[in-house]
Nanobody
């Protein structure tokens, strides 16, 4: 299965973007989907996660109150709504799927989409 991200781009500080992550196979079932980001010279960090069955979400402290992760199980798509963007949100954003609740490993990764926030 492939995960395909879209929705990245260039936006001014204070603006919004909505990222999408679609699974290439409609029958793909995941336990949890995560959004991650990696800025130049920095390690990859977790931004938000969402559990497929009940929609339980988690957020990094740096994005709480600004980002919202959601899912559409019928479309097998996960979204990341990013509001009040800051220059420090600039990074390549990846979605990843975790298929088992028994491990913390993310088994499938998207190719990433660039988000650039200008000041």
């Amino acid at each position: 299965v492939q995960l395909v991200e879209s929705g990245g781009g260039l936006v001014q500080a204070g603006g919004s973007l909505r990222l999408s992550c679609a699974a290439s196979e409609g029958t793909f079932s995941y336990y949890k989907m995560g959004w991650f980001r990696q800025a130049p010279g920095k390690e990859r960090e977790s931004v938000a996660t969402i559990r497929r069955n009940d929609g339980t979400t988690t957020y990094a402290d740096s994005v709480k109150g600004r980002f919202t992760v959601s899912r559409d199980n019928a479309e097998n798509t996960v979204y990341l709504q990013m509001n009040s963007l800051k220059p420090e949100d600039t990074a390549v954003y990846f979605c990843a799927a975790r298929t088992s609740p028994s491990t913390f490993r993310y088994d499938f990764w998207g190719q990433g989409t660039q988000v650039t926030v200008s000041s």
